[in-house]
């Protein structure tokens, strides 16, 4: 405990060292020098699998109203930068600094697909904020895919929330396959193992209908075969209604 305490203070003391050598080593930026270059950083969730690039970010900067390219550091504001970068529906959050050789760098988090939606009224994706955006054909990454007749608002929330929940429980996570909406918002669920639908009905005591669908599994389908029914109902309060094939 002794040596914790010990090793934190002379941490404490190396940081608060560094700090005062840092204000006094490095000069201040001349609000007269210009801007030669922009420096673009793109932070991504998902290795491999790229929402936006660095080429596109510098390309819509270059040609925006606030491109800081050939302007003093006076005459260039940040937070106009970061504005317009975050009004793309791609990008969480944007920082814009002036490094050390007054070059403007650019600090990009993309959003993080949740799932992919197929539906009837257009193709989106939506993340786990519930930000709704366009499909991005270059997106590769395997995501739980929702068809049917989604609306932006359902997707952005109910299914949000379940989708959350699925992907929170090892069993669901595996066992779901595809997802489906109803025009009356009811939801169908595909799984990887069977040969049958899961009709959950509309999403409210998600957990109550997953438990019972569980139980069923285990007590009922174990013993007479996963292929036995083509539909398992469960939007009947402490029910589970089959139909056979």
Not at 11 to 22: D, K, P, R, S, T
Not at 108 to 134: I, K, T, Y
Not at 168 to 177: K, L, P, V
Not at 181 to 186: A, E, K, Q
Request: hydrophobic fraction near 45%.
């Amino acid at each position: 405990m002794i040596l914790k305490r010990i090793l934190f203070v002379l941490l404490l003391f190396l940081v608060i060292g560094y700090a005062v050598f840092a204000l006094f080593y490095f000069p201040g930026i001349p609000a007269s020098m210009k801007c030669d270059e922009i420096i673009v950083n793109v932070k991504s969730g998902r290795e491999g699998a790229p929402l936006i690039s660095r080429e596109g970010i510098l390309a819509s900067v270059r040609a925006a109203k606030c491109n800081p390219l050939g302007k003093t550091l006076s005459e260039i504001n940040t937070e106009d930068i970061e504005h317009f970068l975050e009004q793309n529906q791609l990008i969480k959050e944007a920082v814009v600094y002036y490094s050390l050789t007054g070059n403007v760098v650019i600090s990009v988090s993309q959003r993080e697909p949740l799932f992919r939606v197929m539906g009837e009224s257009g193709n989106f994706f939506v993340d786990r904020d519930g930000a709704v955006m366009p499909e991005q054909n270059n997106f590769v990454a395997k995501l739980p895919v929702v068809s049917g007749y989604v609306e932006k608002s359902f997707a952005a929330n109910e299914l949000r929330n379940f989708v959350l929940y699925l992907q929170n429980d090892e069993f669901w996570n595996e066992q779901i396959e595809q997802i489906y909406v109803l025009p009356n918002r009811d939801v169908e669920l595909i799984p990887k193992v069977g040969s049958h639908r899961i009709l959950m009905g509309p999403l409210t005591d998600v957990d109550k209908k997953l438990n019972r669908l569980m139980k069923f599994y285990r007590k009922a389908l174990n013993k007479v075969g996963w292929n036995r029914y083509s539909v398992i109902n469960l939007k009947y309060d402490k029910q589970v209604v089959c139909t056979k094939k």
